[in-house]
């Protein structure tokens, strides 16, 4: 237990830290609660540390369920958590944080690797290769989230994808490629179309279910997977629907979490601000956590605006969020390739040439004088 708090950024491991203490302690030694609160816990603030003597003594009560939360990264549940000053909410966030990184590492277990700093590359070990949990690749947001009228640079990206597909002998069957060409068209004319026929998909998969006409485990296991792409395509209600018959929470299940179209997290942007007017709503540009969560991905490339100051910061900070940089790579390259910076773009590329987003012109292009689109 403890070396796997120790692998973890420091601002992601006090959260956990606290949820595994409020849960493990009264099965330890004395000496072991001392030495785990030493190393891991070592300056709580009054109100935690009250918890945690709570626990120490075998007297608090932990929460049988756990509130549902679009927050992603333990760091994130213990900053507000420890804004509202409630007691409850700390037992909760605890609990949570352990939840979440639990969740977190079965998708990106191979995720931890030293930042990148300004004037020094930093080699991306070959092992961070990122799908959602559908199962497409994170470079097809390039294609899928920026806005249509950057028609050529998208093209020029899923030029570049198709040809990996082909050099490579990747062999996608029909479900992967229908899922995919769904997601390419998401905010396109064809996206309505696409986002049928997986609906369509899923009703099938339901009356196969209520019928027996094909074996139960295969169909229950199609019919999560099209629950969650169609949560990804912003289908919501029909996703929902798919829990019916698979018996699950999809908060459970980490749904929430998502990448879903880009105006739904403009919504809720929205939502906030008329709720709070003080509420920082461009925190997601600078917090690293809530920066490289699946829920501000579209933001991020929902806009032709160059953020590459916000990107930059952030790359620097990726000690303190290991999965800052796998999550943003794709889209630096975007703001990159939008403010024509085209030799750091080509830098940024070679961290991770297999995630290259094919949105760098060769040299020999731009010697001749070629326009950039």
Known sequence: MAIALRVLPASERVPVAFGVFLRASKQWSGAGRASFRGEFLPDPSPI?????????????????????????????????AQASGSRARLIRAGALAVREMKRLFYQYGDVCMEAPTVGRVSQVDESLKFLTPVGVPDVFDLVAYPPSGLHELKTQALNKIQNDVIVRGLCLNAKQRKAISAWIHLNTSEGPRHAEAIANDTRTKMEAIAGNAIPKASALFELHRLGRFLFRLGRRGEALRCTKPLGISPWERGWQFQAVAPHVHTRIRNAVIKRAADANVDSWLHDPALASSAMSRPLWLNTTVSRLPELIALFTRAADCPWTFPRLHDIFQWHLALADKQDELRAVVALAPDWAGGLSLPRSRRDLGDPVP
């Not at 918890?51 to 932990?62: S, Y």
């Open 48 to 80: 935690e540390r009250e918890i945690l003597d709570a626990a120490e003594r075998g007297v608090l009560q932990m929460p049988e369920k756990l509130p549902v939360t679009l927050e992603e990264f333990p760091s994130r549940i213990w900053q507000r």
